[in-house]
């Protein structure tokens, strides 16, 4: 598990997972937006909450594992 996740601001998680090959698929209900990566075949698409403030830690792992991250391209992606 990745070791010093902090937490984010929307806007600046969708520029990691941006830089991390996610790209905009479309809006989603109430203030969320959908990215889409497509991972060993398969297109994986996860809802981001633009409506937080910040997101917490356990938020912003479980949006890197949705998308199929490794713990290396976390660590990278954050850095």
């Not at 889409?36 to 997101?55: C, I, N, Q, W």
Request: with cysteine; proline share 8%; net charge positive.
């Amino acid at each position: 598990m990745p070791k010093d996740i902090p937490s984010l601001k929307p806007k600046k998680l969708i520029r990691i997972l941006e830089n991390g090959g996610c790209k905009y698929y479309r809006e989603g209900k109430g203030y969320h937006l959908l990215y889409v990566r497509y991972f060993e075949g398969k297109k994986r698409v996860v809802p981001v909450d633009m409506g937080a403030g910040e997101l917490s830690p356990p938020y912003v792992l479980r949006i890197f594992r949705q998308f199929g991250f490794t713990d290396n391209e976390i660590e990278a992606l954050l850095k």
